[in-house]
């Protein structure tokens, strides 16, 4: 295989370059039209090496978010099951919650679950990432819908390789001191002695346990992370606001579509969390919730419509950055190994 057959820029421009002047204004025209509408010709690269620069990106994003990973984890499962104002509340707020962690585990107690989300990250966003370009590359994304379905298809896949980790990222990352605990507490001992208790205790089943609810999570994260990035970026760069090469585009493009990630994803995030932090009985079935639907009636019932959004405020906060960084390096490393190969 050829440098040309490995790595070949877009015919019409690179990730930055500004389409030609003649089809400006009939884009600009389309462009609020461009998440269900045609795309212009994507930047193609290899999926293998793709897949690695999305798990590389995300890693690096993660390594800067995982500390409101954890306070979201934690927000979400307080008051699981209970109606506001029955329990009693040990988080009340982001940066609160950050406080607290901070001061009763101490700051590596802000970093719980890192290497296991490092993993998590790295293949569930590698395997979305890379699927991603290749529907571009394959032209899918160019169709009516085609980046929503082909963003949805890429989160599914992604998510349910990726299971396990997230399974044993949500049980380290809920366990706390009885002080401030919040949900079950499964009282592992570290990554790989998760592993090993749920292998032994549920078989390799168990590893998936949780997958029902991170499936619909991540289908619908992903498919309005990548959809709404790949629209903004063009928005932004056809509006002039910035060179179209400057890497502000891609940055502003992320910001968006972080908001629209925080919306979406929040109640199936609350969702996915219940589900994975749940104790088993000796059936190894859920004490709490037989299912998606299960969970989602009975937070509903017990906790109002309010419940689906609980931890708003972190997930946002990060999401948010977690998308700009991901999308930001993702998008910086595809253009930076194109001019690579190109020199």
Known sequence: MTDGQLLKPSPEESVFGAQPSHRMASTVSAGHRSVLGPSRPPLAVWPPLDFALGAFSCCAACVFTNPLEVVKTRLQLQGELRARGSYQRHYRGALQALWVVGRTDGLRGLQKGLSVGLMYQGVMNGVRLGSYSYCESLGVTSFHGGSLLSGAVAGALGAFIASPAYLVKTHLQAQTMEAIAVGHQ????????????????????????????????????????????????????????????????????????????????????????????????????????????DCMLKVCQAEGLRGFYKGMGPVFLRLAPHTMLSMLFWDLLRQQTVKDQQG
Do not use: C
């Open 186 to 293: 499964h009282n592992h001992l570290g990554v790989s002695d998760a592993f090993v208790t749920i292998y032994r205790r549920d078989g390799v089943i168990g590893l998936w346990r949780g997958v029902n609810g991170a499936v619909p999570r991540v289908m619908m994260g992903s498919a309005a992370q990548l959809a709404t990035f790949t629209s903004a970026k063009e928005w932004v760069s056809h509006s002039q606001w910035v060179s179209p090469n400057s890497w502000l585009t891609t940055l502003i493009a992320a910001m968006i579509s972080g908001v629209a990630v925080a919306v979406s994803m929040t109640p199936f995030d609350v969702i996915s969390t219940r589900l994975y932090n749940q104790p088993v009985d000796e059936f190894r079935r859920g004490r709490l919730y037989h299912g998606f639907s």
